[in-house]
């Protein structure tokens, strides 16, 4: 087994683990009342949404013998989605932060 396999499993596991907490979260009092009155789910739940979407599909792409090359592309792919929710996170933890001088 190659790293790409390895890789391609990881991402699979993950993706599939990050879409049960997404139906998990949507099922949540929380956000079945947020998309009662907004008519969309919680950002968390979208992320979880997106994210094992994401790891679901390069995973299953990293498995395929004639796509295995462009499992790289996919992570470069997924990168920017991985460092904007970090920075989107990073944003609303500064909220709940004491200021530091």
Not at 15 to 37: C, K, M, Q
């Amino acid at each position: 087994m190659d790293s790409r396999q390895i890789f391609g499993i990881v991402a699979l596991v993950v993706g599939i683990v990050l879409l049960g907490f997404a139906f998990h979260a949507a099922d949540a009092p929380v956000d079945r009342i947020s998309e009662t009155f907004t008519g969309r789910y919680t950002d968390q739940t979208m992320w979880y949404f997106v994210l094992g979407t994401a790891g679901v599909i390069a995973g299953g792409l990293a498995q395929i013998p004639a796509v295995r090359d462009w499992s790289a592309f996919v992570y470069l792919l997924l990168f920017p989605i991985l460092r904007i929710s970090r920075i989107i996170h990073r944003q609303r933890r500064a909220k709940f932060l004491p200021a530091t001088s």
